[in-house]
């Protein structure tokens, strides 16, 4: 074998192994990049050229930028990069020749780049040093990708078979730089694929968890477990402490998680009051205490209406979504379970509300029936009771606080929550805007004849006192509404219900008339207008009150004059004349000259005994017959006209008291 022979196998061997090289390095795991690199230093050591540069086509900016290098400093490039990219022309005098060989796809080669005129090198040939170039394009698929282009510090004149072998050379580089971004392109699919399908795994955890988390929490529901189930399985799976509150702040139930903190939920009150401040969202939010506390809080809505509130102590960003979603599952299952009971209780309460009526109108065919109907819901009428009648008081009832049409309805609500826990349990049930509670009297039997021997005739039981005032506390308890009760001597008989009714909504009626509120009553208080509310037919209670006081309202009707209301106030402040021109915003001289009108109209003296218990006994009467007494009368700021019973139970029209 010769030398030159020997020389070409050399030769072969070199390009060989430079090709091997380019090919392990596409199979290699390194980078597009470093690929290029090789590209450039392949280039330079097969073909002895001194820089060599790999030029990409960056398509937003139509132009070639280098991507991979030999022998060119990191200023050279990032100025070319920055300063001075070669942009794709057109062909016209003067197009780089890279650009020239990526258009064209042909080689493009220059000797003596200063003997080019056209083009213009802004320096960057003499800061880097070279004088001959070649551009060689990069084909794939018949697309070119770029340029291999390649630099020689002297003048060099590049022969047809130099610019074959670049040709080659770039063409196996092109399919090396084409393969790489292809497994490129693959290791990132792979990797967006192992995300994706860790993503879904994570979701498919979630969904699972999830599921876990709505079957625990409609168990609780399907149990019938209430808001006290819902809170403990909520603290189990957040492993936290959770309180349920009402509307008002009172505590509902509270489940307490392992090591929690004693007192932890003291720091709530000005919480709530942010709460109350603000917006009453429904969806969870967080909130902090005095004390620096985080408190997660979630509202349970019924209906638009807030009818409870959750807690739970820290963030709700360490709770994550599970725990997210936990709360949200657990405010709808808590709504749901809050609207079965208050749908039993108005199920409930409608009953006991016919059975009220039916025992109070006392018709014999719906009498016939009623303990056994009482029987069945867990009353004994056998059993003597007393009758509690309570009624909200007006001036608590304000706008913004409680609707005037949900009063009598939570007033119920709290009634109802008070008696449940008490046995014997007391029938309760509501009687117009009146809630009506039949509390149990007597020893441990109902057929106790001793007892009811006992009871018959006596006063007020003192047990239905304190149970009269534990109602007016409990309402406050629960809602922003204060009640006056009512309570009624004891009835051993179907027979005595009716009565007892009557008076105790006397009662009522006239206590509020005399500005009482929040206060238990009993008929022995009223004097004697307690004594009338007793009467059964006040039919010549009105006719005596319409002969003493008729010629006053006749004269108020005529004038348009206020004798009557005149009347009321004198008596009310103990005949003073002085008190009662102070009450009614006039001069004692005005005061004086009525009651001398009142006088000559009723032919007395309003210093006699005598006359002053006749008008006192009229004016009790009408406030016990429930009577409007005239259109021209001006009644009292409050002044409310009571309503009344006939014998039968039923509510009688009112009447006018004329003449």
Request: hydrophobic fraction near 40%.
């Amino acid at each position: 074998m010769d030398n030159s022979t020997a020389d070409h196998h050399a030769e072969l061997r070199t390009w060989l192994g430079g090709i091997a090289e380019l090919a392990e390095a596409v199979n290699s795991t390194g980078s597009v990049h470093s690929l290029l690199d090789l590209v450039a230093r392949t280039a330079c050591r097969l073909m002895g050229y001194d820089f060599c540069a790999v030029l990409l086509l960056d398509s937003p900016h139509k132009v070639l930028a280098i991507e991979g290098a030999c022998g060119l400093s990191a200023t050279y490039i990032a100025g070319v990069n920055a300063q001075h990219p070669v942009r794709i022309g057109s062909g016209e005098p003067g197009e780089a020749p890279s650009s020239r060989a990526f258009r064209t796809g042909r080689a493009v080669a220059l000797s003596d780049i200063t003997a080019e005129t056209d083009y213009a090198w802004g320096g960057v040939a003499g800061e880097q040093g070279y004088r001959s170039i070649i551009a060689v394009p990069l084909m794939t698929t018949g697309s070119c990708v770029g340029t291999l282009t390649c630099y020689r510090a002297d003048v060099h004149e590049f022969s047809d078979d130099e610019q074959e072998l670049v040709t080659t050379l770039a063409n196996q580089a092109a399919i090396a730089i084409e393969t790489a971004r292809l497994r490129d392109k693959e290791r990132q699919t792979i990797g967006e694929l192992q995300q994706l399908n860790e993503s879904l795994r994570e979701q498919h955890a979630l969904l699972q968890r999830t599921g876990d988390i709505h079957r625990q929490l409609t168990e609780v529901a399907l149990r019938g477990e209430g808001v006290h189930g819902v809170a403990h399985a909520l603290a189990t799976l957040l492993e936290r402490s959770v309180l349920f509150e009402d509307a008002y702040g009172n505590a509902l139930t509270e489940a307490r998680a392992d090591g929690a903190v004693p007192g932890e939920f003291d720091d709530l009150a000005a919480v709530r009051q942010s709460i109350a401040e603000g917006s009453a969202a429904e969806a969870a939010q967080v909130r902090t205490g005095h004390a620096g506390t985080s408190w997660v809080t979630s509202a349970v809505v019924l209906d638009t209406d807030v009818v409870a509130r959750m807690w739970i102590p820290g963030e709700l960003a360490e709770l994550g979504p599970l725990g997210h979603r936990a709360i949200e599952h657990a405010a709808v299952v808590a709504g749901l379970e809050m609207l079965r009971e208050r749908t039993a209780v108005e199920v409930e309460s409608r009953l006991r509300g016919e059975l009220l009526t039916d025992l109070l109108a006392q018709q014999p065919t719906a009498l016939a029936t009623v303990v056994a109907r009482a029987g069945r819901l867990g009353h004994d009428l056998r059993r003597p009771h007393a009758v509690l009648l309570i009624r909200t008081d007006s001036d608590t009832v304000e706008p913004g606080r409680v609707r005037r049409t949900d009063a009598p309805r939570q007033v119920l609500a709290a009634v109802h929550a008070m008696a449940s826990r008490e046995s014997p349990r007391p029938l309760v049930a509501r009687h117009g805007d009146d809630v009506v509670l039949l509390w149990p009297l007597g020893g441990s039997s109902a057929d106790d004849s001793s007892w009811r021997t006992t009871l018959i005739g006596t006063q007020t039981a003192p047990e239905t006192m304190t149970a009269a005032d534990a109602i007016r506390r409990s309402v406050a308890r629960a809602t922003p509404i204060t009640v006056t009760v009512a309570v009624s001597r004891p009835c051993t008989d179907l027979a005595d219900y009716p009565a007892a009714f009557r008076s105790t909504r006397g009662v009522l009626t006239i206590t509020q008339l005399r500005g009482g509120r929040d206060r238990t009553v009993e008929i022995g208080a009223l004097g004697v207008q307690g004594l009338l509310l007793q009467l059964e037919d006040p039919s010549e209670l009105l006719r005596f009150a319409d002969r003493v006081l008729s010629p006053i309202l006749d004269y108020d009707r005529r004038r348009s004059t206020q004798l009557m209301h005149t009347l009321r106030v004198y008596l009310a402040h103990d005949l003073s004349a002085a008190r009662t021109a102070e009450a009614l915003f006039v001069h004692p001289n005005t005061v004086g000259l009525r009651l001398k009108r009142m006088e000559e109209l009723l032919d007395v003296s309003l210093t006699q005994p005598d006359a002053l218990l006749q008008l006192t006994a009229a004016l009790a009467a009408v406030d016990v017959g429930g009577l409007e007494l005239s259109d021209a009368e001006d009644r009292a700021p409050g002044h409310v006209i009571a309503p009344h019973l006939d014998a039968a139970g039923r509510d009688e029209p009112i009447r006018h008291l004329r003449r």
